[in-house]
């Protein structure tokens, strides 16, 4: 069993900072690619940033030059600090971890429940 538990929004006004967690525990042997996708009211959820094993990142170009995303492989954690905060960054943000139990099994992908970021003008 795995999950993933997000941590770290909250209100903050335009121009704040602030930066998520998100955890995963149970039976991990390894962990792929990480990320961070979002969904604000009414919209699709979109991609924000990812990052593989290696360290290599991607992210939106909505987001490039004001958040960046981190992991602590030894912790299992992912992390995204978010600086100069836009009204439209409010959304729900979601991780999500491509996961192997054991060496040589397949990757599976999970969700945490995600938490919410509200940007005040």
């Known amino acids: 069993q795995v999950q993933l538990v997000e941590s770290g929004g909250g209100l903050v006004q335009a121009g704040g900072s602030l930066r998520l967690s998100c955890a995963a525990s149970g039976s991990i042997f390894s962990i792929n690619t990480m990320g961070w996708y979002r969904q604000a009211p009414g919209k699709q959820r979109e991609l924000v940033a990812t990052?593989?094993?290696?360290?290599?990142?991607h992210y939106a170009d909505s987001v490039k030059g004001r958040f960046t995303i981190s992991r602590d492989n030894a912790k299992n954690t992912l992390y995204l600090q978010m600086n100069s905060l836009k009204p439209e960054d409010t959304a729900v943000y979601s991780c999500n971890a491509d996961i192997a139990y054991y060496s040589g099994s397949p990757y599976f992908r999970y969700w945490g429940p995600g938490t919410q970021v509200a940007v005040s003008s």
């Open positions: 990052i593989t094993s290696e360290g290599n990142t």
